[in-house]
């Protein structure tokens, strides 16, 4: 059991970057961690995943070459590094770990959900 909590979202303009941090209250040795977003109207959707290891990561076609996910097992926590932001990057982001046997790159796997935080970028 996994318990995350999301932090670093605020107010940025457009072009500039953000660090969000994921710190699991439980175990993630061997399990899949991503980052999922929702915006108004929009349903959720699949940010970016990295797998046990760090070794292996997957991301959304929209944030590609934009965002980069990353974690530190010693600390149990991973991070969403934001560059080159857009107003439509505006949503409420979410950390999420996987199951026992999940994989980083499928969204459907990932069963244990933080509360969110907030990103806004402004024109």
């Known amino acids: 059991q996994v318990q995350p909590v999301e932090s670093g979202g605020g107010l940025v303009q457009a072009g500039g970057s953000l660090r969000l941090s994921c710190a699991a209250a439980?175990?993630?040795?061997?399990?899949?961690m991503g980052w999922f977003r929702q915006a108004p109207g929009k349903e959720r959707e699949f940010v970016a995943g990295v797998g046990w290891s760090g070794a292996s990561t997957y991301y959304a076609d929209s944030v590609k070459g934009r965002f980069t996910i990353s974690r530190d097992n010693a600390k149990n926590t991973v991070y969403l590094q934001m560059n080159s932001l857009k107003p439509e990057d505006t949503a409420i982001y979410y950390c999420?770990?996987?199951?026992?046997?999940?994989?980083?790159?499928?969204?459907?796997?990932?069963?244990?959900w933080g509360q969110g935080t907030q990103v806004t970028v402004s024109s």
């Open positions: 439980g175990r993630t040795f061997l399990r899949a």
């Open positions: 999420a770990a996987g199951g026992t046997t999940s994989r980083a790159g499928n969204p459907n796997e990932y069963t244990d």
